[in-house]
């Protein structure tokens, strides 16, 4: 077992990690890098509770000091990493610091796209990613700003509905033609749009941002077909993705994020990899996955843990999310595959549930306001049985009756 475990990024999956590593019974010296100011936080809140003003900051906190302090967690906040030196097992921070490691996580997240167009500098244009962006932008969605929204993500639709919520003027523009095109089944983003649309938000979709207009402050957004649009306060929600910058020349193997197999170990000895940050060859599937979940970032440092610990575990668990817009709760479990067949069930008013239906076994769910169908759903791809495709089809089949 090591002596020394050092874990980048003091996120849901750095902290998990250590956190398992205690309950596992590591007595080695245990160290989570975070890079910003805060103990560790929860994110989901952010686009949600708290830029409605329905949570406080603190409220967002995983885990107190005195609980990292009673686990022997050393937390340094402000502490970035800047380069892996793996000949050497050790890191170097920004401060130019170095750190000798035995085990190495990196749990470093992912950093936002950033969207580069005239006018970005101007007062008014905000990301979403960390809760400094979420307590600023708060403060400025309370004067009820007419808001401009690129990007009809998970991250842009949460705040349109929170804003909307706030009484602001939304918009949201979006270059594909339907919104969570990377994820979400084409009935639950019609769903969507269309209780999006009850709710005031307006659309432009197939269409980018050229250039935001203002002389100080936002005023305009100029669209790519010559649209100008009126609006104070711009939002850009286009998507992550792992921040690789400063592992380049540590010989470390990356693609889209940092290569790992089902034990989260990456091609370095003793490296391994959680979180946003890990590309995975998960076991479900053909192809490596790149998954943005709470659920990824925690199954993954258990993950991690498990690994450093010299257990013999491996990760496999089917991949789960949720969203929440209005009143409406979307949660997604598996991976719908290209040839699946759709099955859309909608038993109840302000719900629906689609199935993707593989050959013979169930690959995904995704439902708004049907947490019984999920509940089932989950277990029944998690068991990985041959399904019954007729009684998937009824709508009267209660899904749990299948397990
Ligand atoms: C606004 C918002 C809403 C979301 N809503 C949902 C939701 O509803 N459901 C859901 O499942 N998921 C949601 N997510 C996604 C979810 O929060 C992430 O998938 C999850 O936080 C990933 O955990 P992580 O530990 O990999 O990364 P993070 O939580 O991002 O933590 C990584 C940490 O590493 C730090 N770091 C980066 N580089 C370095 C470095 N070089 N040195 C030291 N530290 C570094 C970062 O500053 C960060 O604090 C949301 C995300 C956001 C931003």
Redesign the pocket.
Known sequence: MSDTTVI???????LQTAVSLRQGGYAGRLLL????AHLPY???P??KQVLKGEFDADRCTLRGADFLAAQEIEFRPH????ALLSDQQQLRLADGQLLSYDALVI????RLNRLHLPGSELDGVFY??TIDD?LTLRERLQAQPQVLIAGAG??GL?VAASARALGCKVRVVEAQQQLMQRSALPAIADFMRARHEQEGVAFHFGRKLAAIHGQRQVQRVGLDDGTELDAELVVKGIGVRP?LR?LEGSGLATARGILVDDQCRTNLANVYA????AETQHPLYSEPVLL??????VSQGKTCAAAILGQDTSYSDVPW????QFDCRIQLAGLPQPQDELVVRSDAPNSMTVLALGADRLHAIQCINAPRDYMAARKIIALGDAIDRDRLRNPKTELKELL
């Open positions: 980048v990024g003091a996120g849901q999956a750095g890098l975070g890079s910003e929860q994110r989901p952010l686009s502490s970035r990493a800047e749990a470093s997240g992912a979403l990613r979420a998970y991250i949460e921040d400063w959680a979180g946003d940050c943005e979940s709470v659920q990824n970032a999310f949720w969203s929440e």
